[in-house]
């Protein structure tokens, strides 16, 4: 099993940025595929955007070009920096790893946007 802790929420002001952090407990962090995911209140858990163990990147239409994703397999860690961002990206933010039928999340990491 591994276990995700995310860090780096926090209250920022519309048109502010973040950087979240998720990292891994164990090693074999390279083999995953990583996303980021956010549920808003009253709302679905949505994908943010996903980065296969590749490399590969895929972004949801809501946040290209103001988010990148990124991870870093000597640290075990995936990343999420966030600019530009609006109220409506308020949300809790989770990470997920998914190795072949396997899939962890982390617990999340509160966003909040004023405008």
């Known amino acids: 099993q591994v276990q995700l802790v995310e860090s780096g929420g926090g209250l920022v002001q519309s048109g502010g940025s973040l950087r979240l952090s998720c990292t891994a407990s164990?090693?074999?962090?390279?083999?995953?595929?990583l996303g980021w995911y956010r549920q808003a209140p009253g709302k679905q858990r949505e994908l943010v955007a996903t980065?296969?163990?590749?490399?590969?990147?895929n972004y949801a239409d809501s946040v290209k070009g103001r988010f990148t994703i990124s991870r870093d397999n000597a640290k075990n860690t995936l990343y999420l920096q966030m600019n530009s961002l609006k109220p409506e990206d308020t949300a809790v933010y989770y990470c997920?790893?998914?190795?072949?039928?396997?899939?962890?999340w982390g617990q999340g990491t509160q966003v909040t946007v004023s405008s």
């Open positions: 164990r090693s074999g962090f390279s083999l995953f595929d």
């Open positions: 997920n790893a998914q190795f072949r039928t396997y899939a962890q």
């Open positions: 980065i296969a163990s590749g490399g590969n990147t």
